[in-house]
């Protein structure tokens, strides 16, 4: 079943480029196969076993109209047989060597994962090849994932938060991919087929649309003459270079959403930004210190600690491939929610109309950067950080240039940024709760 | 994965997107071991790499080196939990914990978290039915800052009225989430108020919604200078660094804290049932659910073992009994599970659950359950099969060793069971179960009269509107 193993010679190049970093960071190496594949990887051989990550440059930004969830259905199908292998047989054989393997979209990319113990890498690293490359799709088996699918979208309707979400991102975004969620809707998913899952696969699972990245108890010997002959097996394709028009909705508006609940669940937002926005850096600093420093946020300070309003709260830029929305998230008990409304816009107003104080910008400084090693804790999140890198652009001294992005941020951008970006005027509003237990019938 | 943990209760912080410390994370972290050296039978054990020092006044240091990364977690370990509690004050440990952060003489309330930021840290709690901890994960050289801090709040604590009274409304916004408006945490915990008569697991974590409006900062004062004591905690410290350098601070900072006395810690068991005990809960939810739990031994007892591996060929992996039967061959359930409470102080429940699919009936899914628990009572293993769930087992133990932070949970979880020791015998243990072994556990424990069975019946909401997967799964942790 294995493919023959080819001793080849391997020219590995276009680029190899390599990086050891300064704070003891995790060293990476970078390759592009003539496939165009980019290669990255990362030794680390404290513990036996390796995990690998392919990103697809693809997800539900290239859902087609009426074709919502088409990038999440293809991610989880090519899990449902592959080159001569059945459902069955993968999941038998990935599962005796106490493998994870798991596939998802999400707006911008899809990841297929792959986890196993380096004794059984050989073994396994075929099946994560066909599954990316030659998934065969069965149709029974097709057919059972998109009702499985239709049921998890309907369980997730007991999920205020996710209810609450769903409704603010289709208020927020004027049509375009980023303004349905992933999994699609019962409508739309019900109408995928095996035929379109088979066509996105083709066009968009391609080398030169990929970036793999290895992470773990690998070595150098194993990756050249093991890995890589079988990466370069895999053709280049000609996935068509698509640009997504973003429109925000820019008329203020509260979407009400009656739920036998007894906390309101609230999203506030409006339009954001896209990750290679030079504004970026700024907006994390100012989002620290308004609403993401878990407990010391204002935000937290004024809701939770003062008020005792919420468990949580919490504001975010969703900065993606194309622009992505800021929203402030809470919940608290259904007859607060006016009141957890008008703090949250009191809070937006003032980080707009006033400087952060030096301490504020000082402790934001602090934090982003102090912290920024705990974003290499695990093998999976080492290759998931060296991929949205390689994916957004940001280079392999990005963690060398880091604190200068962020140190750099003074307390007039804060303020220009907030002005900038936070849009109380503009903004969506979606309460799910009891609507009558919170007076907003 | 299978697991094994007792049932916590989370903290902080933490939004939406998830950063709260669920079951999930430390049933991973239970299923984990040691370190950066494997526990395998022959190999190196998880004694040969920790080292465990107490202070003058009784407080245990268990430390953990690892170089790979210049990072540190540093945790103290409380021994009491929702166990310790009783009937009209449940949830007070948990209440204490976020209490924890409202700060002492010397630092002022909320400023705990903000220090351990201004320094890149994060910092967190958690509570469960067995313990509470605090942690902070912070950079190498900044490790004397949680030394200093937890050890001015092991016997610092102002426990102020007003800090308390807004706490309290946040503690209930807290249940509110986690469980009031989750149907699935509502029959959790249902079921675990069946089963247990006896032992305080009969409540939850985070307490009932009456006994927290109840208490007084008077129950709360009592609770920490009962429990909050060296003689009734532990650190852990594991990551990069050098224990000449640390343990002067570590005996500096809480070498001079009075030891206090170990509260008693026995608790009663539960007397065997007298028949199979079956609750409903109705409930606004959209698909049916089925939970059977069964009262096993914890890690105690050889068993327990067994029961870890009963849980894995049922519902670990794609390929397992339950998920190849159930889920996908007769296509009645969205997803199952098999839990197995390995790593817990007290005797606890293995449960097999399942989320019914639209147009299926929990009846039908209950058969199903039950007719692959009589499988497993009548027709002996393979070998095939049970060495794929050994394997799984012992991958996912490696594979959990991935982060400092989850070695050191591992190590704590164990300890507050029995002994962090007994995490090298998780491996052995596993490898030693036979095909005979698994019939003859599954005969004697998953029977009807020791069986409780907790039934979602839906009620239809008024406004149905559609839409992603995943549950909320069962939140054993509460920040």
Known sequence: MRRTASSACIALLCVVASWTCAFGLPPVQRTVLDNGLVLLVSEEHSLPFVTINLMVKTGAKDDPPFGAGQAGLTASSVLLGAAGRTLKQINEELDFMGANMSASANKDYTTVSLRVLKKDFERAFPIFMDVVTKPTFPADEVKKEISRTLAAIQSSEDRPGRVADRAFEKALYLGGPYGHPTEGTVESVSKLTREAIREFHGLHYCPDNAILSVVGDIDQRSIDGYMVPRLKKWPKGSTPEKRIEIKFSTRKETIKINKPVTQSNIVIGNGGMSRDNPDYYAAQVMNYILGAGSLTSRLMEDIRNRRGLAYSVASTFEARKYPGPFMVFLQTKNRSATEAIKATMENLERMRSELVSEKELEDAKKYLVGNFPQRFSTQSRIASFFAQVEYYGLGLDYPEKYPSLINGVTREDVLRVARAYIHPDESVTVVVANLKEAGLE | ?479
């Open chain 2, 1 to 479: 994965m299978t697991n094994t943990s007792t049932a916590p209760t989370i903290k902080d912080t933490v939004s939406l997107m998830g950063v709260v410390v669920k079951r999930l994370l430390l049933l991973v972290c239970l299923g984990a071991a040691g370190v950066l050296f494997l526990i395998s039978p022959a190999g190196a054990a998880l004694a040969d790499h920790v080292s465990e020092v107490t202070l003058a006044n009784g407080l245990k240091v268990i430390l953990l080196e690892n170089h790979k990364a210049p990072l540190v977690t540093f945790q103290v370990w409380y021994r009491v939990g929702s166990r310790d509690e009783e009937s009209g004050k449940t949830g007070l440990s948990h209440m204490l914990e976020h209490m924890m952060f409202k700060g002492t003489a010397k630092v002022g309330p909320e400023e705990f978290s903000r220090i351990i930021a201004q320094n890149g840290g994060d910092d967190n709690a958690f509570t469960s039915t067995d313990f509470t901890a605090y942690f902070e994960n912070m950079s190498a050289d900044r490790v004397k800052i949680p030394i200093g801090l937890e050890s001015d709040r092991m016997r610092g604590l102002l426990l102020r009225e007003e800090d308390f009274k807004t706490e309290r409304s946040v503690v209930m916004e807290e249940r509110r989430m986690r469980t009031e408006d989750s149907p699935k945490a509502v029959l959790s915990e249902q079921l675990a108020a069946i089963a247990f008569q006896i032992q305080p697991y009969h409540w939850p974590v985070i307490g009932w919604m009456q006994d927290i409006a109840r208490y007084t900062v008077g129950d709360l004062k009592k609770h920490y200078k009962t429990y909050y004591v060296p003689a009734n905690a532990f650190i852990v410290l594991a990551g990069d660094f050098k224990k000449e350098a640390v343990l002067p601070m570590i005996e500096e900072a809480f070498g001079s804290t009075p030891a206090g006395t170990a509260p008693v810690q026995w608790q009663d068991k539960e007397e065997p049932q007298l028949g199979e005990r079956r609750i409903v809960v109705r409930k606004e939810a959209q698909l049916a659910s089925i939970e059977k739990a069964y009262h096993v031994p914890n890690l105690k007892e050889p068993d327990s073992y067994v029961l870890e591996v009963i849980a894995a060929l049922l519902s670990a992996g794609e390929s397992s009994r339950l998920n190849q039967t159930l889920v996908r061959d007769k296509q009645l359930a969205l997803s199952v599970s098999a839990d197995n409470e390995l790593v817990s102080r007290d005797p606890n429940l293995f449960s097999v659950s399942a989320d019914v699919l639209p147009g299926k009936t929990a009846d039908v899914v209950e058969k199903a359950l039950l007719a692959e628990i009589k499988l497993l009572q009548e027709a002996p293993v393979g070998d095939r099969e049970l060495e794929k769930a050994k394997n799984q087992l012992e991958a996912g133990f490696t594979f959990a060793q991935d982060s400092i932070f989850a070695q050191a949970m591992l190590i704590a979880t164990y300890e507050i069971a029995s002994s962090w020791r007994d995490a090298d015998t998780y491996v052995p243990a596993i490898r030693a179960v036979s095909p005979a072994d698994v019939k003859r556990v599954a005969q004697k424990y998953l029977v009807p009269e020791n069986c409780v069975t907790a039934r979602l019946d839906p009620i239809p909401s008024a406004e149905q509107k559609p839409v992603e997967p995943g549950s909320p799964g069962k939140e054993n942790i509460v920040r």
